[in-house]
């Protein structure tokens, strides 16, 4: 079974084009639902369902 593919903060920030420091604030603000974290490191774990939510969130649909 392959191990699940999970985006960092910084691939998403670029996937959405805008800053990691954006993404965090929008995060931090509740404007996007907080993501996973990962339990060894504790790093955001995006999936691609999270980027295209976090898509439609900012109006960006059709991108």
């Known amino acids: 079974m ?18 990691k420091q954006t993404l965090v604030r929008y995060e931090n603000k509740g404007v996007f ?10 790093w955001r774990e995006y999936t691609t369902d999270d980027v295209r939510l976090l898509r439609v969130i900012m109006g960006r649909v059709d991108e």
């Open 2 to 19: 392959a191990k699940a593919k999970y985006l960092n903060v910084n691939e998403v920030a670029s996937e959405l084009q805008i800053s």
């Open 33 to 42: 639902p907080r993501p996973k974290r990962n339990n060894l490191n504790n």
